[in-house]
């Protein structure tokens, strides 16, 4: 059955599938120490990251894989955590989304970034098959960049793949 999603052709800034979401650490999200779960924040990245290849797609997506997952700093116990999600590189069916996990307190405003990750998507159609995503138009220096690195990312990731097989 051909995808009957029209709109999923013409290009798209990463500006315009960018998500941002905000939690609050609870204590059911931390450990005995008083910070947050890797598995919590992992689960939050997720989320969030898939919203962001929903909105570039207009499909539904699943994650394909997680390239990297860098934990800089602890979250802890009443930090608001915020995570910004932004489709960095298109294939031709999936999507490279990275995340920036910020943690800010409450009381001074202060915001650090907390972690780091680049996940992969793919784009289904109604048959869940794997379906054409529209193209990204990287617009600022940034969104350059990041497009940049995440092309040597997929680059290095299908050279390893072929390695490993």
């Known amino acids: 059955m051909k995808n009957k999603n029209t709109k999923n ?26 910070t947050a779960f890797g598995g919590v924040i992992a ?60 943690k800010e307190n409450p009381y001074s405003s202060k915001q650090v970034t907390a972690t780091s990750a680049h996940l992969t998507f793919v784009a289904l159609d109604e048959n869940k098959k794997p379906t054409k995503v529209p193209p990204i138009r990287p ?10 690195n995440a092309k040597m990312r997929v680059k290095y990731r299908k050279k390893l793949l072929r390695k490993m097989k």
């Not at 290009?11 to 905000?22: C, D, F, G, I, Y």
């Not at 609050?24 to 120490?33: I, K, S, V």
């Not at 031709?92 to 989304?97: A, G, I, L, N, P």
């Not at 617009?139 to 940049?148: A, I, M, S, V």
């Open 139 to 148: 617009q600022t220096n940034d969104e350059k960049r990041r497009y940049e």
């Open 43 to 102: 689960g939050w990245i997720d989320m969030t990251a898939s919203m962001a290849a929903q909105r570039h797609s207009c499909q539904e997506v699943v994650t394909a894989g997680i390239d990297s997952l860098i934990f800089k700093e602890p979250i802890r116990i009443g930090d608001h955590v915020i995570l910004k999600a932004t489709v960095n590189y298109v294939g031709r069916t999936s999507m490279e989304v990275g995340v920036k996990v910020i």
């Open 9 to 34: 052709t013409k290009a798209k800034t990463p500006k315009q599938s960018a998500v941002q979401s905000r939690y609050l650490l609870m204590p059911n999200h931390a450990n005995p120490h008083g």
